[in-house]
């Protein structure tokens, strides 16, 4: 009953899929947190949205890649310049961005007859039809951003922490930044074909943000980000499955993934007072 | 025999973005001397020890001083974040991360150096405690720590003493003692004119006509 969904091939590779997303999303969710990029994270959601389309529009699935990589990267470098300037701080003009790039994504994917379905599946992904050249693209993009990870993780931590020791030391704290945005960027661009643009955000933040509950330890809160979040893909993946294929009622894997790891955080919450 | 200069700024122009923050600044530090820096706030100390990192802009004069990571700082402790989720050991391990370079993994070596540090300033049993339960005279020794692990043959201090209680204080200051026996050159800046005298081989005021 509990592995046997998994014995399906599509659940087996969607499950796959979500294994790779949570070994890439517990430690870059915690860079996320310690640098307060959530909002970062959540501009890089909305604008790869746009890119999405056009890369669907201009070249189908494949196209969807390339133009998620395409516009992440590019809203990566943007955002280092602006934070750089400390306009940031400027959350209007920001938003202001963000909702544009938005609503031309939505613009774009509204001139398609298919609009509806389309529209679903770049918001909330399509997890159960990821197929097995996907998984291995996943699985690329996640051995680059681990080693990207690994080289930058003592330069990102000391930066964050301490910005102006950091420079001190030799650090270009500019580049650092650029550095980690892309990473954000390429998580968010290695996620949006099974999860979707929106609920890639969760992926982002929750993980680190539940083990930091727990855990004052940077390395530990790696690790049990990438555990909840695996245990969340699994539980939710489970649930959508009975869900649909024991009541017959239709809940989105991707949606449910999401719930059952916010959940887990809402429940590590009372533990996080004492710390 | 001629004293060996760790750092000598020279009619020294310095500010950001083409404004002067400071004019005319001459000083000269030989190895195993401190020269405390005292002013009141605002009136450049900051500027000057960020100056001599590079972080501020020289605009006319000059500064000489060892290479970048010969120089240890330590950054005013209010700067930082206490619910940031890093250890003390870890903190005082970032003061070799120059040091260990980018493709390397942090080695014995290193991690033995920073222990190193830690316990002369009295908290080697504190290594793994959360960098922002510590005191503030605690967390203070731990920054020093931190810039003792990267060996440094300059190193700059801001406001060391703020907010830091007595036993830190002799504790921050015995360490310092020991750091120039060995031939380190320390600058010290202090609002505070009663505590400039005791570390003190020389005194340069700031912000004074």
């Given amino acids: 009953m509990l592995i046997e969904p998994f014995r399906v091939p599509f659940m087996a590779r969607a499950l796959a899929e979500l294994a790779l997303l949570a070994l890439v999303g517990g430690p870059v969710s915690v860079f996320v947190f310690v640098r307060r990029l959530s909002f970062v994270a959540d501009a890089l959601t909305h604008t790869v949205f746009p890119g999405v389309v056009v890369g669907f529009l201009a070249g189908g699935l494949t196209g969807v890649f390339v133009g998620a990589l395409v516009a992440g990267l590019v809203t990566a470098l943007v955002l280092t310049l602006l934070t750089r300037r400390g306009a940031l701080s400027d959350d209007a003009s920001t938003a202001v961005v963000l909702t544009a790039m938005f609503a031309l994504g939505v613009a774009l ?12 599946a770049f918001l909330f992904g399509r997890l159960l039809t990821v197929t097995p050249g996907q998984l291995a693209q996943t699985a690329v993009l996640a051995g680059a951003i681990l080693m990207l990870l690994a080289v930058g993780a003592r330069a990102f931590l000391f930066r964050a922490f301490d910005p102006g020791g950091a420079t001190a030391a030799g650090f270009r704290v500019g580049a650092l930044d650029l550095w980690l945005n892309v990473l954000v960027a390429l998580v968010v661009v290695a996620a949006v074909r099974a999860v979707g643009t929106v609920l890639v955000i969760a992926l982002l933040i929750v ?19 990438t555990a909840v979040t695996f245990a969340a893909g699994y539980l939710g993946l489970l649930i ?10 239709q809940l989105t894997s991707a949606s ?9 955080y809402l429940v590590l919450l009372p533990a996080g007072r004492n710390r | 025999m001629a004293e060996v200069s760790a750092l000598r700024i020279s009619y ?12 005319d600044v001459s000083l000269h530090v030989p190895a195993g001397q401190t020269l405390v820096l005292t002013g009141a706030n605002g009136s450049g100390k900051s500027t000057l020890i960020k100056a001599v990192l ?9 500064i000489d001083g060892p290479a970048r990571r010969e120089i240890g700082y330590v950054p005013q402790l209010d700067t930082l974040d206490a619910d940031f989720p890093v250890s003390a050991g870890q903190v005082v391990l970032m003061g070799r991360y120059r040091r260990i370079g980018w493709w390397r ?13 830690l316990d002369r300033v009295g908290l080697a049993d504190r290594a793994g405690d959360r960098f922002g339960v510590l005191s503030g005279g605690q967390r203070q020794r731990v920054l020093l720590a931190r810039a003792m692990a990267g060996e440094p043959r300059l190193l700059l201090l801001d406001e060391p003493f703020n907010g830091v209680d007595a036993d830190s204080r002799v504790a921050i200051l015995a360490v310092l003692r020991e750091l120039t026996v060995a031939g380190t050159a320390l600058v010290v800046s202090t609002h505070d004119l009663a505590l400039a005298d005791e570390p003190a081989d020389r005194v340069y005021r700031l912000g004074e006509p």
Avoid: F, K, N
């Fill in chain 1, 207 to 225: 993980p680190a943000a539940a083990a930091r509950l727990v855990s004052d330890r940077l390395v530990a809160m790696a690790v049990l980000g």
């Fill in chain 1, 109 to 120: 994917v509204s001139r398609r007859p298919s609009y509806t379905s389309d529209l679903t």
């Fill in chain 2, 12 to 23: 020294a122009t310095i500010g950001y973005h083409h404004t002067a923050v400071l004019r």
């Fill in chain 2, 105 to 117: 993994p942090t080695g014995r070596a290193d991690r033995r150096a920073a222990a190193e540090a």
């Fill in chain 2, 54 to 62: 590079g972080l501020a802009d020289v605009l006319a004069g000059s």
């Fill in chain 1, 240 to 249: 959508s499955w009975t869900a649909s294929v024991g009541h017959g009622i």
């Fill in chain 1, 256 to 264: 449910a993934v999401v719930l059952v790891l916010v959940a887990v």
